[in-house]
């Protein structure tokens, strides 16, 4: 199912850099990393959450990414080395097995375009990560011009 909604996200986390084809294997390393220092996070809930800048073109090979843990309130003091981030924007969504995550991306960009919506490519695309019984769902918003 995908949708369009007005979402806020709050999340205290480590910021990353590196090539776009790389990303599978440095946005998890890093997120192990972080969760190993969670219980430095004040008022952290559970959910985990990575933030991508979007890659413009085919030329444009390395881009940054944040990993966190979503947050219930503003965090002034965030831990040495991590980021108090917060976004407030309209996104399309949608929801699935993260083994699929590819194809998620793939049928969302569809679906906005064949809805009408413009993607803004000048905010990070959110994924959160939900544990569920088999395995874990992400959930994947895609900024777009409101």
Avoid: C
Avoid at 10 to 16: F, I, P, S
Avoid at 23 to 48: C, M, N, Q, W, Y
Avoid at 116 to 130: A, C, F, N, P, S
Wanted: proline residues 5%; glycine residues 8%; without cysteine.
């Amino acid at each position: 199912m995908f949708k369009m909604i007005k979402k806020e996200f709050k999340l205290v986390g480590l910021k990353g850099s590196g090539e776009y084809a790389n990303f599978g294997i440095e946005v998890p390393r890093l997120a192990k990393h972080l969760l190993s220092r969670s219980s430095e996070i004040d008022f952290p809930t559970e959910s985990e959450i990575a933030l991508y800048e979007p890659k413009k073109s085919d030329d444009h090979t390395t881009g940054n990414f944040y990993v966190g843990l979503i947050v219930k309130v503003r965090v002034n003091n965030p831990p040495q080395g991590m980021e108090y981030i917060e976004k407030n924007n309209y996104y399309i969504t949608t929801r699935g097995n993260v083994e699929d995550l590819e194809e998620l991306h793939k049928n969302l960009l569809n679906w906005g375009r064949e809805q009408g919506y413009k993607r803004d490519l000048d905010l990070y695309i959110v994924e959160t990560y939900h544990p569920v019984s088999k395995g874990e769902e992400v959930e994947i918003y895609l900024p777009i011009i409101a």
